[in-house]
């Protein structure tokens, strides 16, 4: 008998069929004995369409309200799967964030759980009863107000919730058979992935493979909670996501873990910054100060004759115009010509350890990118991580040759993506 997680992600649910499937599915692991607490994301792209139903009402939404809306999603599903289950005849009973304890820090959109406080869930299962929780939203005390984690937050919920209650695993239900070499939607020929530490697919994470968000990785490594991703379609093993790298990373031979790719961001070049000290560290201060993170930074050889240098750096393309906006604003102090938008890049990011030590690993990369024709246009590198920047309309073909030069294709058995928009 054990304390199980489960987290079922929007494809999961995302029609009463669907819903009524996974409630089979959560009422068996109760019948053989184990306690169960659910975590639930809004079905299917409930969180895109009320998103996209905001944007026609009007196209700054107050934070507060945007995160009352879109909570909305979380409540309708869990209380659909808390009906479904009781139909089953196994007793459910449905929590929204506040009411399951997850309290956060007041930042509207993308808050932080500071305390997981489960005395309702903790009594629901001494009762016998299955918990579910709505996912991604928690309450602030300082107001009292509703609040969202962000995209993707209900892996976090269900993380934070099994750190919370002690739990033995959490299983994180989703559309794919586990954490595959690639995204199986644009590589088929993609492996999956039976064991990952917690580095390697904080990295994978961070670099854009959306099947667990990264926070939730953040929280699993924080908390040693070891994390499950598997299909709610299939009854596959999935990919355990536990553990960590060995002492001094002395891999003999680099380890290749995957290829990941990442749309979400905007490259901004500041064109005609003065060479002199202390121009960048103003460029990234007014950024910063803008609440903007920035990504990969690229800096040009000054030209001899003019004493001016171009400065390029990535973020997300979510926060572009707060980043613009705020460099405009600073134009005359850092004394820079112009700014370039472009937000039709593409990172693709190869992760694995022993990187640094291996440098035929960019080399290989490189070629690879080059045989296929795709130019890149920023490079950067970390211990266990090399990412490129690529046009947008490239970035498939560049992670199928990278996927493919790194000898990472399956040779039967092509993923299976089993629902899902993609979106
Ligand atoms: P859920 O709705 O269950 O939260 P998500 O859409 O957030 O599902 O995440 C699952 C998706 O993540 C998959 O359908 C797949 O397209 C995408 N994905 C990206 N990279 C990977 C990867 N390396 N392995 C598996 N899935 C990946
Ligand atoms: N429903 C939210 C989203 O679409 C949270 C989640 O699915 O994890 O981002
Ligand atoms: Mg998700």
Redesign the pocket.
């Known amino acids: 008998m054990a304390l199980v997680v489960q987290k079922f992600?929007?494809?999961?649910v995302a029609d009463a069929e669907s819903i009524k499937r996974v409630a089979k599915r959560i009422a068996e692991a109760k019948r053989a004995g184990n306690d169960i607490v659910v975590v639930v994301?809004a079905m299917g792209d409930t969180t895109d369409d009320l998103i996209d139903l905001a944007q026609q009402v009007t196209p700054l939404p107050p934070q507060r309200e945007m995160d009352i809306l879109l909570t909305a999603g979380e409540r309708i599903s869990m209380a659909l799967l808390a009906m479904a289950i009781n139909n089953l005849g196994v007793r459910a009973k449905s929590f929204t964030g506040q009411q399951a304890g997850v309290i956060t820090d007041a930042v509207h959109g993308r808050a932080r759980i500071v305390d997981v406080v489960p005395v309702r869930i903790r009594e629901t299962i001494e009762k016998g009863q299955v918990a579910i929780v709505a996912g991604f939203q928690g309450v602030t005390q300082e107001t009292n107000d509703v609040t969202t984690l962000g995209r993707?937050g209900?892996?976090t919920t269900a993380v934070a919730l099994a750190a919370g209650l002690g739990a033995d695993v959490c299983e994180i239900y989703?559309?794919?058979d586990g954490?595959?070499t690639?995204?199986?939607?644009i590589v088929p020929s993609a492996r999956k992935i039976d064991r990952l530490t917690y580095d390697e697919m904080l990295e994978?994470a961070a670099s854009g493979?959306?099947?667990l968000v990264l926070r939730c990785v953040e929280y699993a490594r924080r908390f040693a909670v070891p994390v499950h991703v598997r299909s709610s379609f299939s009854n596959q093993h999935g990919t355990v996501v536990e553990g960590h790298m060995p002492e001094g990373g002395n891999v003999e031979e680099p380890i290749i873990s995957?290829v990941?790719h990442d749309r979400s961001e905007a490259k901004i070049t500041v064109v005609g910054v003065p060479d002199v000290p202390g121009k960048a560290a103003r460029i990234f201060e007014v950024v910063a100060s803008s609440g903007v993170n920035i990504d990969m930074i690229v800096q040009n050889v000054s030209v001899a004759q003019t004493g001016l240098t171009d400065i390029s750096f990535t973020l997300p393309a979510a926060d572009g115009a707060a980043a613009t906006s705020a460099l405009t604003e600073h134009q005359p102090d850092i004394g820079f010509t112009s700014l370039q938008y472009d937000d039709t890049i593409g990172k693709l990011s190869l992760i694995g350890a022993g990187m640094r030590s291996h440098p035929g690993v960019s080399a290989k990369l490189f070629a690879a990118l080059s045989d296929a024709g795709i130019n890149i246009e920023m490079i950067s590198t970390s211990e266990i991580r090399i990412s490129v920047v690529t046009r947008a309309d490239s970035l498939d073909d560049a992670v199928r040759a990278v996927h493919t030069a790194f000898e990472l294709d399956a040779a039967e058995n092509e993923a299976v993506?089993y629902g899902?928009t993609?979106r």
Not at 9 to 12: K, N, P, R, T, W
Not at 182 to 185: E, K, Q, S, V, Y
């Open positions: 992600g929007g494809s999961s994301s993707g209900s892996d989703t559309d794919v954490v595959f690639a995204d199986p939607r994978m493979a959306k099947v995957g990941a993506v899902g993609g």
